[in-house]
């Protein structure tokens, strides 16, 4: 049967990129996405975002909600410092198979934790099974219409605390509305737009970076 586009993608990772060579997976999928096939990945651009939000923090705890290839997660993880540890969240079985193995082609995974699962039914248990007091860290990338919803279940779980930052993809395109309407006019936090593009097009999209305020 058919290839599907995550293993396309892999096999461009495999074909163009240096095992152990996290940035040159970052090119591979990105000139994969922009001669072959596009894909919802981060991207170059909001990447670049990405990569100065993460350098600055330097976090020790990271989690992210949506795996998807694991580009966004090879991004992050490349700058953390010895002993950071990332989590990442993944629903689809097919779409975290690859993932793992982009991450194994970087050289990344000590670093990160692939699960496979519904982030609503995770985020209740990220202490009792990850040892998490709370995160540093949080990138948003998953189902539009849980960034909401899952941002309040880690508010109820004690997850955040002072100066947490919360980063989140796609707020204009495909668009989170109750997620900004929440974090742009909460006393809790303090919320930054970030313009961009939808990765690979001209289509305006931007990043929303809030930092609880405890
Ligand atoms: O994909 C999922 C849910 S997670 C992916 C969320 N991310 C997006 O949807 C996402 C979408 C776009 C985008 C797409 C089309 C456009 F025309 C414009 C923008 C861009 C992004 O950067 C994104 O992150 C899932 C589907 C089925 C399952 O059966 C399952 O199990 C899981
Ligand atoms: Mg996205």
Known sequence: ??????????????????????????????????????????????????????????????????????????????????????????????????????????????????????????IPHMKEHFGIETFDFVFLDHWKDRYLPDTKLMEDCGLLRKGTVLLADNVICPGVPDYLEYVRNSLSYKSCYFKSHLEYTKAEDGLEKSVFLG
């Open 1 to 122: 049967t058919r290839s599907t586009r995550p293993q396309r993608l892999l096999k461009a990772v495999r074909k163009r990129a240096k095992r152990g060579d996290p940035q040159s997976v970052i090119s591979a999928i990105d000139h994969f996405c922009r001669h072959s096939e596009w894909a919802m990945n981060i991207g170059d651009e909001k990447g670049s975002i990405l990569d100065s939000v993460v350098s600055e923090l330097s976090p020790e705890k990271v989690l992210e909600l949506g795996t998807y290839c694991g580009y966004s997660t090879v991004r992050i993880a490349r700058l953390l410092p010895p002993g950071a540890r990332l989590i990442t969240l993944e629903f689809n079985a097919d779409y975290a198979a690859i993932a793992k193995q982009v991450i194994a082609w970087a050289g990344l995974e000590d670093k990160i934790q692939l699960v496979e699962g519904a982030s609503e039914d995770w």
